[in-house]
């Protein structure tokens, strides 16, 4: 098995992360399985492994963690990222690595998951799809802690190590700069010497500081975690959102550019065969074309590099998300979407490694006395002191 945490790693993670308190007596790590619809593939079946060898080392720590119970629960894989969970999940005893929804429905042990999940006081996520949407939304009905890990991997070990102290720090001043400000403008940079500007409306919002803790009860979020990130106002009140401006994403070499208005994706600027893609997504399923979030990681002030999944590679920088915004305090969820299998919340990263066409030259915020105050340049911070 290729790099892991050890007893002692995780022993340390659970405390450091959830603080545990004498209430705390049941702990959960869910994972979803493959179906006929969705195969499997070779990351997914590690971090089952993963989450096997995580359930049998914290099961020989619950005395020193003063538990009483840690579960492993499988479940049918939801088909995309912050769609609700199944009805039904289970207990199951066999091979983590060869476990698809047909042997679960066969052989494993079923329960009413919402049910079962209200019976945990700290919950682990180390899933294929994202679960961060449903968790936040059950953790506040049920008052449990969770980490949601979607697409974790054993590169990401080491971003579980850092200097949470530090990183909570940043996250909090970010925070407090996006509370007070009613607006942001962006200007980006494109190598073939394009620019675009949007300004997004960030009145009615507060924003959300994820520093990788959750000793509260009722929270949920990433973990690694590094950022924090606001829900632009998407016009749910009598007034209008004021986003609008030209979004570019660049896929592979070709940028797509989104025209938005009233904080939503009306159309697509660019001529591609991946702008053909989005312009269809956005007319047969308008709720993706929502912006859902600004987000500002800062895992890359401390040494960490991306990996190829939004789950680390989202708090190095800058990133924009479409979609789903309910969990995080929006208006849009899943009653949006046409039907629950098409519900998404997607990232779109501003980093050299996964857009290098496309710098944000400039991310202002403005404040409600007309004040103003530069966040970052070039994709740099400039309210943190340099290294």
Known sequence: MDQNLTREDLKNLIQSVFSPRTKDKNLAIIVDVPDDKVAD????????ELAFDWHQKLQSATNELALERVDLIYY?????????????????????AEVIASTLSTQGEPFEFEAKLSQYQIILAPTEFSTTAPLKLLAKKYGFRAATMPGFSSDMIPALKLDYEDINRRVDEIKKYLDAAVGIDID??????????VYFDLRFRTAHASGGRFPEPGVAGNLPSGEAYIVPYEGEKEEKSLSQ???????????????IEENVAQKILSQGKKSSEESRKIKDEPAYANIAEIGFG?????????????????????????GRSDHFGGAVGIRNFSTPENVIHIDRIYIPETQ??????????????????VLMQKGIYTIFPLA
């Open 41 to 48: 593939n070779e990351d997914w079946r590690k971090r089952r």
């Open 245 to 259: 401006g030209i979004l570019p994403v660049q896929f592979d070499d070709e940028i797509v550019l989104y025209s």
């Open 188 to 197: 980006f940079s494109t190598t073939n010497r394009k620019s675009y500007h």
């Open 298 to 322: 800062v895992l890359a002030d401390f040494g960490v590099t991306p990996i190829g999944e939004i789950l680390l590679d989202e708090k190095l920088g800058l990133h924009i998300a479409f």
């Open 76 to 96: 049918p894989n939801v088909h995309s990222n912050n769609a609700d969970l199944p009805k039904i999940a289970y207990f199951y005893s066999g091979s983590p």
């Open 356 to 373: 290098p066409e496309i710098t944000p030259e400039k991310v202002e915020l403005t404040f409600e006395d007309g004040k103003k105050l």
